[in-house]
Nanobody, 120 residues
Framework: QVQLVESGGGVVQAGGSLTLSCAAS????????MGWYRQAPGKQRVWVAH??????NYADSVKGRFTISRDNAKNTVYLQMNSLKPEDTAVYYC???????????????WGQGTQVTVSS
């Protein structure tokens, strides 16, 4: 089994910063992709950022403000969020595409979600 555990959510004023962390544990052979999604109340879950095979991409809504990084030794992905806006308020979900055994394909896993609230 694989588990993704998130931390770092909280409440900040507009313009503030938060850093989210997500650590993967369990039966892991390799991690192909790690990234972040978010879901605001009444909205669909949307993609925020990811690292795939060393390539980093951001949604237009967060580029220039958010930074995604990965610590391979710790199987952990981070999301540094700066210049936060009220519209960034959402539950943030970690995602990872993980190969659990050599010679098999990858499967997607989700963290439990962590609430980020940005006050105006």
């Amino acid at each position: 089994q694989v588990q993704l555990v998130e931390s770092g959510g909280g409440v900040v004023q507009a313009g503030g910063s938060l850093t989210l962390s997500c650590a993967a544990s369990g039966s892991i052979f390799s991690i192909n992709t790690m990234g972040w999604y978010r879901q605001a109340p009444g909205k669909q879950r949307v993609w925020v950022a990811h690292i795939i095979s060393g390539n980093i991409n951001y949604a237009d809504s967060v580029k220039g403000r958010f930074t995604i990084s990965r610590d391979n030794a710790k199987n952990t992905v981070y999301l540094q969020m700066n210049s936060l806006k009220p519209e960034d308020t959402a539950v943030y979900y970690c995602y990872a595409a993980i190969r659990t055994r050599a010679g098999t394909g990858v499967l997607g896993y989700w963290g439990q979600g962590t609430q980020v609230t940005v006050s105006s």
